[in-house]
T-cell receptor
Framework: GQQVMQIPQYQHVQEGEDFTTYCNSS?????IQWYKQRPGGHPVFLIQ?????EVKKQKRLTFQFGEAKKNSSLHITATQTTDVGTYFCAGLYNNDMRFGAGTRLTVKP | DSGVTQTPKHLITATGQRVTLRCSPRSGDLSVYWYQQSLDQGLQFLIQ???????AKGNILERFSAQQFPDLHSELNLSSLELGDSALYFCASSGQSRMNTEAFFGQGTRLTVV
C-alpha cells in the first residue's frame, strides 16, 4: 500500500541551529500535511501543501512540496527549546491519509 | 479542543484480557483513523473507516478489530492482550473533502497491560 518515508528518525540540535526533516513517497500525493506532537500530547495540524513546488512559511518554519508532488520538507531556522517534539508528515493519496514515522527533535539549550 | 473524543483516557488491564476503546469523531467527519504509538515511537497506522465501511488496513494484528457505527463513532477492540500491546492509541477524524483533509486527533487512550 501507499507509504510515506520520513527521515531522520531522530535529530538532536543545539539551540540556534537549523533543523530539517524530509518525507518521500513513491507515488504522487494529492497533498501533504505536517503535524507536530509535543511530548505527552497528541499530533496537531501545522499546515497543508497542495500545489506542485509550493512553499509556505510560518515564522521560522518553512514547508516545501516537491515539483513531482512526491516529496516534502520542513525546515526550522534557528531552533528554540519550544520546537521540541515529533514532527510528522502525512501524505494524502486520493482519500487515504498515511503518516510518516515522524522525526523526533530535541533541542539543547 | 480538537473535537475528537476518546474514552477512556487511561486503561490498565491484565494480559489475556479484552478491551474496547471508543472514539467520537468531529461533527460531520466521515473518516476515522486508528493509530498505535508505542513509547517514543512513531504513529503506526492500524485501520481506517469511511462512513461506516472499512477503507484501509495497516499493521493491525488479528487480535485487534474495529468498526464504525451509523452515528460515525468508532470502536477499537483489542483482545488476548499482551504486554507489548501497551501503548498510546490515537483516533483521528477528517472531513475528506478536497479542501479540508486536515486530521484532528483525540487525546488518546493510554493502555497499560500488566
Amino acid at each position: 500500500g501507499q507509504q510515506v518515508m520520513q527521515i531522520p528518525q531522530y535529530q538532536h540540535v543545539q539551540e540556534g541551529e537549523d533543523f530539517t526533516t524530509y518525507c518521500n513517497s513513491s507515488t504522487t500525493l494529492s497533498n501533504i500535511q505536517w503535524y507536530k506532537q509535543r511530548p505527552g500530547g497528541h499530533p496537531v495540524f501545522l499546515i497543508q501543501l497542495v500545489k506542485s513546488g509550493e512553499v509556505k512559511k510560518q515564522k521560522r518554519l518553512t514547508f516545501q512540496f516537491g515539483e513531482a508532488k512526491k516529496n516534502s520538507s520542513l525546515h526550522i531556522t534557528a531552533t528554540q527549546t519550544t520546537d521540541v517534539g515529533t514532527y510528522f508528515c502525512a501524505g494524502l493519496y486520493n482519500n487515504d491519509m498515511r503518516f510518516g514515522a515522524g522525526t523526533r527533535l530535541t533541542v539543547k539549550p | 479542543d480538537s473535537g475528537v473524543t476518546q474514552t477512556p483516557k487511561h486503561l490498565i488491564t491484565a494480559t489475556g484480557q479484552r478491551v474496547t476503546l471508543r472514539c467520537s469523531p468531529r461533527s460531520g467527519d466521515l473518516s476515522v483513523y486508528w493509530y498505535q504509538q508505542s513509547l517514543d515511537q512513531g504513529l503506526q497506522f492500524l485501520i481506517q473507516y469511511y462512513n461506516g465501511e472499512e477503507r484501509a488496513k495497516g499493521n493491525i494484528l488479528e487480535r485487534f478489530s474495529a468498526q464504525q457505527f451509523p452515528d460515525l463513532h468508532s470502536e477499537l477492540n483489542l483482545s488476548s492482550l499482551e504486554l507489548g500491546d501497551s501503548a498510546l492509541y490515537f483516533c483521528a477524524s477528517s472531513g475528506q473533502s478536497r479542501m479540508n483533509t486536515e486530521a484532528f486527533f483525540g487525546q488518546g487512550t493510554r493502555l497499560t497491560v500488566v
